[in-house]
């Protein structure tokens, strides 16, 4: 398969594939930044390496769940070479790809999160 950039979808499969070289790239550093003894790279660097690489990652979870559900949507022709019950539970599965993930990686460090959850809470 060449991606032609044509469509959204292609420029959406790149997305993906630039989202997975971050988080890689992050991933990597997180793992060699640990093994340091500055503190400084301890103190500020391996926590915003870790906190990008959650990121990242929770990014590319989600936008591989986005393309299964696009891909493998209940339609009446099909894909050709894919039974139907194997292209449902594909489309179930990126559901459950986006609902299952650590949404916490974007909202627990974030002051408006934090006061929308004290707001609701309140009895």
Not at 3 to 20: E, V
Not at 31 to 40: G, K, M, V
Not at 48 to 70: A, H, P, Q, T
Request: net charge positive; charged share 15%.
């Amino acid at each position: 398969m060449i991606l032609k950039f044509k469509t959204y979808l292609d420029f959406f499969i790149l997305f993906i594939i630039l989202t997975k070289v971050c988080f890689l790239f992050f991933a990597a550093g997180d793992a060699a930044l640990h093994r340091s003894t500055n503190n400084y790279i301890k103190n500020v660097l391996v926590p915003e390496f870790s906190r990008w690489k959650n990121i990242s990652e929770i990014i590319y979870i989600v936008s591989m769940g986005i393309l299964l559900i696009y891909i493998f949507k209940i339609r009446e022709n099909g894909i050709h070479g894919i039974e139907e019950d194997v292209g449902f539970i594909l489309f179930l599965f990126g559901i459950i790809l986006i609902l299952t993930a650590d949404w916490s990686v974007f909202f627990k460090n974030y002051t408006w999160y934090q006061k929308f959850v004290t707001f609701i809470s309140v009895k």
